[in-house]
Antibody, heavy 123, light 107 residues
Framework: EVQVLESGGGLVQPGGSLRLSCVGSEFTFRNYAMSWVRQAPGKGLEWVSV????????YYADSVKGRFTISRDNSKNTLYLQMNSLRVEDTAVYYC????????????????WGQGTLVTVSS | DIQLTQSPSFLSASVGDRVTITCRASQGINSYLAWYQQGPGKAPKLLIYAASTLQSGVPSRFSGSGSGTEFSLTISSLQPEDFATYYCQQLDSYPYTFGQGTKLEIK
């Protein structure tokens, strides 16, 4: 069964950093663009970032641009999200989602989602 | 950025009812629209992509339609497991925005 599993969430103070990880299994990880989507408590879904299968292309939401960095290690089937200069408003469950295309510009759906990892930014 | 507006935001219905949720885009997105279902405390689950294509394994009571700026998700006969929150997402251009969600509750 195709699966993705996130980890790395936790409690961090404003201005701090955290790195999230997402491991994919039962699919050829390097062949698919991957994305991060977040959901603040009691709120809707917010798309955060995407990276192509090769790692050569990325895109970020304006709300995280310059603070978050997406990366991947295809030898480890793992996607990362490095989050710096964290703010209270970054508090959310962060989901990893698998696209259906190698290129981040050709995705038509996100067909596999992890269970999410909770990031809480608070003093 | 492309804005997606779902209506209604809340919907109360009974088992066996037919319901329709609408998603309107602020500009044309061709057919690059997906629908997701999210149960309480659960991850989103893909239902429909390319506006009208049913994802493998999703029951046929779910259907999608539309193109351009107007889209809809229809559930032909509600089942108890369908009471959840539904989101549309545009995949025409980045950022890949979501609608605000429609919470479907049991009447």
């Amino acid at each position: 069964e195709v699966q993705v599993l996130e980890s790395g969430g936790g409690l961090v103070q404003p201005g701090g950093s955290l790195r999230l990880s997402c491991v994919g299994s039962e699919f050829t990880f390097r062949n698919y663009a991957m994305s991060w989507v977040r959901q603040a408590p009691g709120k809707g879904l917010e798309w955060v970032s995407v990276m192509s299968g090769s790692g050569g292309g990325t895109y970020y939401a304006d709300s995280v641009k310059g603070r978050f960095t997406i990366s991947r290690d295809n030898s480890k089937n793992t996607l990362y999200l490095q989050m710096n200069s964290l703010r209270v408003e970054d508090t959310a469950v962060y989901y990893c989602a698998k696209g259906d295309s190698l290129s981040f510009g050709l995705i038509t759906k996100f067909d596999c989602w992890g269970q999410g990892t909770l990031v809480t930014v608070s003093s | 950025d492309i804005q997606l507006t779902q209506s209604p935001s809340f919907l109360s219905a009974s088992v066996g009812d037919r319901v329709t949720i609408t998603c309107r885009a602020s500009q044309g997105i061709n057919s690059y629209l997906a629908w997701y279902q999210q149960g309480p405390g659960k991850a989103p689950k893909l239902l429909i992509y390319a506006a009208s294509t049913l994802q493998s394994g999703v029951p046929s009571r779910f259907s999608g339609s539309g193109s351009g700026t107007e889209f809809s998700l229809t559930i032909s006969s509600l089942q108890p497991e369908d009471f959840a929150t539904y989101y549309c997402q545009q995949l025409d251009s980045y950022p890949y925005t979501f609608g605000q969600g429609t919470k479907l509750e049991i009447k």
